[in-house]
T-cell receptor, first 114, second 113 residues
């Protein structure tokens, strides 16, 4: 079945350094790849997304890259800050006329060391 | 204020006692969906609805039912809860293309004893 694998499951970086989280997906028909951030005890919130016709997208300190050939996409956070500490989820989906499942990765717990 | 409202926030019940978790959105969104979150498994989609009276199964629909009689409401029904349904549940809605740019509710922590 469709699957999204996410690595690493935990990540600790020094404040100011960069963090990279990687995901691979199994369904080559997937065409939408969002990233959600979930702070402790809160709801997941969309932070950035990318469609399959784009290779890279950036929003201030966060960026996402997509390699369709390898079925791989990554989240990059630069100049990390304490408020970046959270669990991050990647996801993949394909918009169809009669069905629209979304598959999430298992999450990465990011900790920023002061 | 735009929001997705889930109730209750916390629920403890016993095996076999039917329960309903309500979800309501005030953004006139067409797409609504339910997820469960378990440690190490991320978020898994239970059911989704693309519009009134249109629902479909997600990845883990067994043991759950949904209905979409009105655009704003999408309740999750557990007819006979079991301990393996103990989880954190999220409802979400979207006005964008189908399941894109999901807006999540605040979650319901369910414990089935």
């Amino acid at each position: 079945g469709e699957n999204v694998e996410q690595h690493p499951s935990t990540l600790s970086v020094q404040e100011g350094d960069s963090a990279v989280i990687k995901c691979t997906y199994s369904d080559s028909a997937s065409n939408y790849f969002p990233w959600y951030k979930q702070e402790l005890g809160k709801r997941p919130q969309l932070i950035i997304d990318i469609r399959s016709n784009v290779g890279e997208k950036k929003d201030q300190r966060i960026a996402v890259t997509l390699n369709k050939t390898a079925k791989h996409f990554s989240l990059h956070i630069t100049e990390t800050q304490p408020e970046d500490s959270a669990v991050y989820f990647c996801a993949a989906s394909k918009a169809q006329s009669s069905a629209s499942k979304i598959i999430f990765g298992s999450g990465t717990r990011l900790s920023i060391r002061p | 204020e735009a929001q997705v409202t889930q109730n209750p926030r916390y629920l403890i019940t016993v095996t076999g006692k039917k329960l309903t978790v309500t979800c309501s959105q005030n953004m006139n969104h067409e797409y609504m969906s339910w997820y469960r979150q378990d440690p190490g498994l991320g978020l898994r989609q239970i059911y989704y609805s693309m519009n009134v009276e249109v629902t479909d199964k997600g990845d883990v629909p067994e043991g759950y039912k949904v209905s979409r009689k009105e655009k704003r409401n999408f309740p999750l029904i557990l007819e006979s809860p079991s301990p393996n349904q103990t989880s954190l549940y999220f409802c979400a809605s979207s006005s964008d293309r189908l399941n894109e740019k999901l807006f999540f509710g605040s979650g319901t922590q369910l414990s089935v004893l």
